[in-house]
């Protein structure tokens, strides 16, 4: 980072550099359903395995209850078990550790290490635990399946009719009946319509994740028909960055990653074959039913064409991405732990279920029985989802070669074959001539080679020359992480999740809850997999168009209609406008699925056109912004930060698909000192960076990214001190700022209008005479004091990058 001045400028600087800082603020509430999650798959089970007996419902020694909230943090006799945020405080913690010798538990032995450890997490990040005072409480007793079904997100969407609303001018598509009818219900009054500059930046980057350009943003000001913006959005929905934009946003709910993470770091080296997938099916519109099915069971789909059937064969990838413990001694904890792991996703990504949660016991919240997770397990006991899980483990791939890579490969062996043939008749007629000029009856000397005649030896290093060369260019066939069916069978109950202790065998299906008219017909010889997508995109299933719907809102509004995008079950949040979520999972499923169609809806409407201005009244009744009353200020996304950094700098390389990894595939991508070599030191979109679990990019990491080992439909939103320090002090800012400097410099050779030029690439607008006067004088200032016009430049173009106006939208 270069020395700026010390002086009043310097000040300047750091200030306009800090007041990216003010508008948006994290909340530890955006973590908690997370955190949650965690309790009911990490430490609840093992509560119910070890603790229960002793210390639950039918017996509690010591005072002590463990099977609820109220019981752990008032404790037993010896004062509470758990210290909220404290672990070293908490009496469990000494329990589990064994360093007492009169504290020691569970009695039976001592748990595993990261078990230990994850009781240590879950303590730090604040116990949390869903029983609280006034809110849902936990089942006791069976299911009652009927009562259950009357639940508002396993009632199929309705086709609702559109609201009467007072303001009947204000509404452009349907959407906005159901937004305003709510506004008066609450007698609130829509913000006023943003200005035309705001507004295409804000559809720029939603749709595509990069700022508009100069060119863009003057075309749609001179353009003032009815349909100005509706010829924006087509343009940018068929550009193919919006493939790379909402793969993105698809990839986090896949928990995409380009490394396994957990105890074996190795390379998913052709994970990248399924995010390409991703960005192409959207691109190309992909009907998101048929995008589910292909992701879920896409090797079991019937066709003749090469091409498709190896993209539906990389589509599975989706199963195969999440981590797992590769080195687990346990072959059977394995395979059932990639099963639990798989179950979870598919819940949460296409349902908004946490059906993981019933793996040792009926779910305590959802009317999901321990049978329902069981009959899912079986359908992925039946899948091959991996080659094999002998330690160090390894994933299936499957083959997507095409025939003329198979021809050449078998073309190359031949020779191969040939080759080798040649050397052994080449030997043999060596052995031959040397054996005629040896006594009747001696052998062969162990060194015959080396008595070889010359012309022997130079045809042997020839073809031996030649093979080598042959078998270092034989073809490797491309593959790709996926599955395929295997053996099928049904699976047992575990007993609280143990695959050491077996219950009742369960059949193949799908949670009873929303089984419709019964169980899919899985034949005797079938996983499951296909019936189980057909199932999911049923139009009268009642969670997969809601739950995609809710997504798409979200990503464009900064929060879904219901605000827990991956839990629509009991401990989720209710919809704020549920006729608004039926009516766009309903307008989904009647055209076709399209996602583009959906966009189109919900972009045209008065109610994304909205400008972010306040209303003191209406932050009075929802000062949330839950009903959408005006438009949410938002910080762009860490990719979108990088990317538009490499974009208005001239920098960004367009350049589409295929992988960034420097390792092979399946090799350890730390190497033997425990480095991690990976680079990012490259100018191409944010999306193609590799993904590396538990060493993510350090922009990533700073700016909110995604968990890569577990869906995520809801990135939050954090304001820490180290993201100002890093866009003050990076290599990454100081290199675009630099390239900034120099692509004005070349392009606006006049100092004012390089403002102006400055000002329209980086915010889309013009600057006001008090800001360009301010921008030539900060130039000067840092000139003056380096001796270097250009270091003026680049320092204004600094400043302008750490802006808040550059990192959010209005």
């Known amino acids: 980072m270069p020395a700026y001045p010390r002086n009043r400028t310097c000040?300047?600087?750091?200030?306009?550099?800090?007041?990216?800082?003010?508008?948006?603020?994290?909340?530890?509430?955006?973590?908690?359903?997370?955190?949650?999650?965690?309790?009911?798959?990490?430490?609840?089970?093992?509560?119910?395995?070890?603790?229960?007996?002793?210390?639950?419902?039918?017996?509690?020694?010591?005072?002590?209850?463990?099977?609820?909230?109220?019981?752990?943090?008032?404790?037993?006799?010896?004062?509470?078990?758990?210290?909220?945020?404290?672990?070293?405080?908490?009496?469990?913690m000494v329990a589990l550790s064994y360093r007492e010798d009169d504290l020691k538990m569970p009695p039976t032995g001592k748990l595993e290490d990261d078990e230990i450890a994850d009781f240590r997490r879950w303590i730090e990040h604040g116990a949390a635990m869903p029983e609280v005072e006034g809110g849902v409480k936990p089942r006791r007793g069976a299911i009652d399946m009927e009562q259950a079904r009357q639940f508002w997100s396993f009632q199929p969407p309705q086709n609702p009719s559109l609201p009467s609303v007072q303001k009947t001018s204000w509404p452009q598509t349907s959407v906005d009946h159901f937004v305003l009818a709510l506004l008066e219900s609450k007698q609130l009054t829509p913000a006023p319509a943003a200005d035309k500059r705001t507004l295409i930046r804000r559809i720029t980057f939603d749709l595509i994740g990069l700022p508009p350009t100069p060119v863009e943003v003057d075309a749609f000001l001179a353009d003032t028909s009815p349909s100005a913006l509706a010829r924006v959005v087509d343009r940018l929905l068929n550009s193919t960055h919006y493939g790379e934009r909402w793969g993105r946003h698809w990839l986090d709910v896949a928990r995409y990653a380009d490394s396994n993470g957990l105890d074996e770091n190795v390379a998913h080296g052709n994970a990248w074959r399924y995010r390409d997938y991703v960005i192409a099916s959207l691109n190309a519109d992909k009907p998101f039913d048929e995008f589910v099915t292909e992701q879920l069971a896409g090797d079991l789909l019937k066709t003749d064409d090469e091409a498709t059937r190896h993209e539906h064969l990389i589509a599975t990838g989706f199963l195969s991405l999440g981590p797992k413990v590769l080195a687990e001694g346990d072959e059977q904890k394995m395979e059932v732990d990639i099963i639990d792991e798989q179950i979870d996703t598919i819940g949460r990504a296409f349902m908004g279920l946490t059906l993981g949660c019933a793996r040792c016991h009926d779910h305590k919240f959802d009317p999901i029985r321990t049978d329902d997770y069981y009959a899912l397990a079986g359908v992925f006991k039946s899948t091959r989802t991996m080659e094999s899980f002998k330690r160090i483990a390894k994933w299936n791939e499957n083959s997507v070669a095409t025939a003329e890579q198979r021809l050449e490969k078998e073309e190359a062996e031949r020779k191969i074959t040939e080759h080798k043939a040649s050397i052994q008749q080449a030997t043999e007629a060596a052995n031959a001539e040397l054996k005629s000029q040896l006594s009747d009856g001696e052998a062969l000397p162990k060194d015959a080679e080396s008595r070889y005649s010359q012309s022997a030896k130079a045809k042997l290093e020839k073809l031996r020359d030649e093979l080598t060369a042959l078998e270092e260019g034989l073809p490797e066939l491309p593959t790709a992480m996926g599955v395929v069916d295997g053996e099928a069978v049904n699976t047992q109950v575990h007993i609280r999740g143990s695959h050491l202790s077996l219950g009742k065998e369960v059949a193949r299906g799908v949670p009873e809850v929303i089984a419709f008219d019964g169980q899919p017909a899985i034949g005797e010889k079938e996983s499951g997999r296909l019936q189980l997508a057909h199932w999911l995109v049923r139009p009268e299933h009642p969670l997969t168009s809601r739950v995609i719907a809710n997504r798409i809102w979200r990503w464009h509004f900064g929060r879904g209609l219901v605000g827990s995008t991956d839990n629509f079950g009991s401990l989720g949040d209710r919809p704020v406008n549920q006729p608004l979520l039926d009516y766009l999972a309903v307008r989904l499923m009647e055209n076709g699925w399209s996602l583009k169609e959906l966009h189109r809806e919900i972009v045209l409407s008065s109610t994304y056109q909205m400008s972010a201005a306040n209303d003191d009244v209406a932050v009075a009744i929802d000062p949330e912004n839950h009903l959408q009353w005006r438009a949410n200020m938002r910080r762009i996304e860490a990719e979108a930060i990088r990317d538009s950094l490499l974009a208005v700098s001239g920098l960004l390389d367009t350049e589409m698909g295929g992988s960034m990894l420097h390792v092979g595939n399946r090799e350890f991508v730390f190497n033997h000192t425990s480095k991690d070599e990976t680079t990012y030191d490259t100018t191409r979109r944010s999306i193609y960076l590799p993904v590396?679990?538990?060493?993510?990019?350090?922009?990533?990491?700073?700016?909110?990214?995604?968990?890569?080992?577990?869906?995520?439909?809801?990135?939050?939103?954090?304001?820490?001190?180290?993201?100002?320090?890093?866009?003050?002090?990076?290599?990454?800012?100081?290199?675009?700022?630099?390239?900034?400097?120099?692509?004005?410099?070349?392009?606006?050779?006049?100092?004012?209008?390089?403002?102006?030029?400055?000002?329209?690439?980086?915010?889309?607008?013009?600057?006001?005479?008090?800001?360009?006067?301010?921008?030539?004088?900060?130039?000067?200032?840092?000139?003056?004091?380096?001796?270097?016009?250009?270091r003026g430049w680049e320092a204004l173009c600094h400043v302008m990058l750490v802006s808040s106006e550059f990192l959010h939208l209005q």
């Open 11 to 92: 000040i300047l600087f750091l200030s306009l550099a800090a007041a990216w800082l003010i508008p948006l603020v994290g909340s530890a509430d955006d973590e908690q359903p997370e955190r949650l999650r965690f309790f009911e798959t990490k430490i609840r089970p093992l509560l119910v395995e070890h603790c229960y007996e002793c210390h639950g419902p039918d017996l509690q020694e010591s005072d002590l209850r463990l099977d609820t909230t109220e019981g752990i943090l008032l404790g037993g006799a010896s004062g509470p078990a758990v210290v909220e945020g404290e672990p070293d405080q908490s009496l469990i």
């Open 692 to 790: 590396i679990r538990n060493h993510l990019f350090d922009v990533f990491s700073l700016f909110d990214y995604s968990d890569a080992s577990v869906p995520t439909g809801d990135r939050t939103t954090s304001t820490i001190a180290p993201q100002a320090l890093f866009l003050m002090n990076s290599d990454l800012l100081a290199r675009t700022s630099k390239a900034f400097a120099e692509r004005l410099a070349s392009e606006v050779p006049n100092e004012e209008a390089r403002v102006a030029r400055l000002y329209t690439l980086a915010f889309g607008r013009s600057p006001s005479n008090a800001e360009t006067e301010q921008a030539l004088e900060f130039v000067g200032a840092v000139a003056a004091e380096t001796a270097s016009t250009q």
